[in-house]
């Protein structure tokens, strides 16, 4: 079969679906679209892990924007037409009795929903456009026009900070990391993995505090890598033994790029787990946190019924 990034669009978005069926059932039946979208690319072999940190930019608008969220949210779409998902709250899927119930092929899924999702598409192609579109001719149609949101905007943002992370030093990189994990209410040590060199390999080290007054030291580490310049095991088996060498019970390792699937199960391995935090992550905990970036908050307005109602 295929890689994912060899399909065409509408290829992918047919064989996203199956894959999103899983996950929810893996994920209890329910998740937001972001922990159900990281969960689809890491656990499917056929999708390269750097997919959610893939910006490219639109030829039109100037804006970046990320390739993957297009074929995954029709796919979401015609998931939710078909009665496959409903989407109790924004931001949060959930699996129906039909889709729990199908345990069929990627084709046959796709066979099903289109047959009723089509049709659907068809309905808002005649009445958004005011034209007729064969329906043969309905998966062709330019879907980044059609109403469908497909989070360009957050895109945009997402795709400004990573280019300015990947302009920092690795030195300014390492004290942004060390600045974020300090909001993780991480006690940073201003001697251990603060020095270029004789560090032992870290980018950080620090001591976490919990509510019964347990503490526990943490080992940092930090990699401002291109994004086509996935981290592996071997990185992972290196800061394992930087992290025996200062006698961490935790480590967190921090790259702006991904992982492979071979360091996230070497992150896994033994008694000590390494949290990992990519690039995508990492740009949730920027905005969580507000590290170094200002909030800007858009106020538009919609029409009442006034404006609507016939003079």
């Known amino acids: 079969m295929k890689n994912f990034e060899s399909m065409n669009r509408s290829d992918q ?183 270029l060199t004789g560090d032992g390999g870290l980018g950080g080290y620090g001591y976490i505090t919990t509510d019964d007054f347990r503490t526990s030291r943490v080992a940092i580490q930090a990699k401002r890598w291109s994004l086509n310049n996935s981290v592996s095991s071997p990185e992972i088996d290196k800061f394992r033994g930087a992290m025996d060498k200062f006698r961490a019970e935790f480590g967190i390792f921090i790259t702006t790029s991904t992982f492979t699937r071979d360091a996230v199960a070497a992150s896994r391995a033994g008694t000590r787990v390494i949290t990992l935090i990519d690039g995508d992550k990492l740009l949730d905990l920027i905005a969580k946190f507000e590290l170094y970036v200002t909030p800007k908050v858009i106020t538009t307005y919609e029409l009442d019924d006034f404006f609507k109602e016939k003079n």
């Open 13 to 195: 978005e047919a064989y996203l679906m199956l894959p999103i069926i899983n996950e929810l059932k893996q994920l209890g039946g329910q998740s937001t679209s972001k922990e159900l979208k990281r969960n689809v690319v890491a656990d499917d072999k056929l999708i390269q892990e750097n997919v959610l940190t893939s910006f490219k930019k639109s030829l039109s608008t100037g804006r970046k924007y990320l390739p993957f969220n297009l074929p995954f949210n029709f796919a979401i779409t015609n998931l939710v037409m078909a009665g496959m998902l409903e989407r109790p709250k924004k931001g949060t899927l959930k699996l129906t009795k039909k889709a729990r119930d199908f345990h069929g092929t990627g084709k046959e899924l796709s066979d099903q929903v289109y047959e009723i999702s089509l049709p659907e598409w068809y309905t808002r192609s005649e009445k958004n456009k005011k034209e007729k579109i064969a329906l043969h001719q309905i998966k062709e149609v330019n879907k980044s026009e059609l109403d469908i949101d497909d989070g360009l905007e957050e895109d945009n943002w997402r795709s400004t900070i990573l280019d300015a992370l990947m302009q920092l030093s690795s030195a300014k990189f390492e004290l942004f990391c060390r600045a974020l994990v300090k909001k993780m209410n991480v006690d940073i040590d201003e001697t251990i993995g603060t020095k």
